[in-house]
């Protein structure tokens, strides 16, 4: 599977009020595939909402990543 794998969600994170989980693949973000970390790393850190969308055991969803 093409896309980055959650390794940890730390409790009480963006991420966790995303509902991102451990084994979550994220595949895109806004849109933009994502394969590697160095894709992920220059479209995060804005103050603006993200929409990701990941790959999990029970098939795909998308989650909203606020800052």
């Known amino acids: 599977e093409a896309g980055i794998q959650v390794q940890a969600v730390e409790g009480g994170s963006a991420a966790a009020a995303a509902g991102l989980k451990a084994g979550d693949i994220v595949t895109a ?3 933009r595939p994502v394969r590697t970390l160095s894709d992920l790393g220059p479209l ?3 103050r603006s909402p993200l929409v990701l969308a990941v790959t999990r055991e029970d098939g ?4 909203t990543l606020r800052p």
Do not use: I, P, S, T
Request: glycine residues 30%.
């Open 60 to 63: 795909e969803a998308e989650v």
């Open 44 to 46: 995060l850190g804005g």
């Open 29 to 31: 973000v806004g849109r």
